[in-house]
T-cell receptor, first 112, second 113 residues
Framework: GDSVTQMEGPVTLSEEAFLTINCTYT??????LFWYVQYPGEGLQLLLK?????DKGSNKGFEATYRKETTSFHLEKGSVQVSDSAVYFC???????????FGQGTRLTINP | KAGVTQTPRYLIKTRGQQVTLSCSPI?????VSWYQQTPGQGLQFLFE???????NKGNFPGRFSGRQFSNSRSEMNVSTLELGDSALYLC????????????FGPGTRLTVT
């Protein structure tokens, strides 16, 4: 079945550091890929998405590129801020479906 | 536009009891999905409703059920609660027919004692 694997956390960085959170997936066909963020006590917010190979999703300085050849969708940010501290989830959704399949989440803490 | 609302936000129940959680989608959204979030299992899909019909169901026992009303509001019910049902239950709504984003509510935190 479909699955998503994220790098294990927690990840702790200093402010202005470069961030990479790895995400790989297993799925048939051409799923859409997503990164969601969850702040303490809140639900999930869509951070960015990509719907086809080589698409780059970007938002708030975060980027991720849909790489079909490596089945990956790694999240990157050039300079993190304390306010980026949260749990990040990589997810996929099959074409035509509503169901999201999530990775296990990566807790990110940014120290000033 | 108001977001997805879920009630109650927090709930404490005893083993063996049943519970009903409610979700009101964003106005105009007709698809509602439910997810369970636990530290051990992460985020898992429960079911999806569209136009009062269940379109997809995750791998959960029959104690977990749901329904959707004509105004798109949805409820999920868990009967004969077990300690392992303690979780954050998230509801998401979206438009259908295309590549539409799912918007999540803040969740209901259920604790079973």
């Amino acid at each position: 079945g479909d699955s998503v694997t994220q790098m294990e956390g927690p990840v702790t960085l200093s402010e202005e550091a470069f961030l990479t959170i790895n995400c790989t997936y297993t799925a048939t066909g051409y799923p859409s890929l997503f990164w969601y963020v969850q702040y303490p006590g809140e639900g999930l917010q869509l951070l960015l998405k990509a719907t086809k190979a080589d698409d780059k999703g970007s938002n708030k300085g975060f980027e991720a590129t849909y790489r079909k050849e490596t089945t990956s969708f790694h999240l990157e940010k050039g300079s993190v801020q304390v306010s980026d501290s949260a749990v990040y989830f990589c997810a996929l959704r099959r074409e035509g479906a509503q169901k999201l399949v999530f990775g296990q989440g990566t807790r990110l803490t940014i120290n000033p | 536009k108001a977001g997805v609302t879920q009630t109650p936000r927090y709930l404490i129940k005893t083993r063996g009891q049943q519970v009903t959680l409610s979700c009101s989608p964003i106005s105009g959204h007709r698809s509602v999905s439910w997810y369970q979030q636990t530290p051990g299992q992460g985020l898992q899909f429960l079911f999806e409703y569209f136009s009062e019909t269940q379109r997809n169901k995750g791998n959960f026992p029959g104690r977990f059920s749901g329904r959707q009303f004509s105004n798109s509001r949805s409820e999920m019910n868990v009967s004969t609660l077990e300690l392992g049902d303690s979780a954050l239950y998230l509801c998401a709504s979206s438009l259908v027919g295309g590549d539409y984003e799912q918007y999540f509510g803040p969740g209901t935190r259920l604790t079973v004692t």
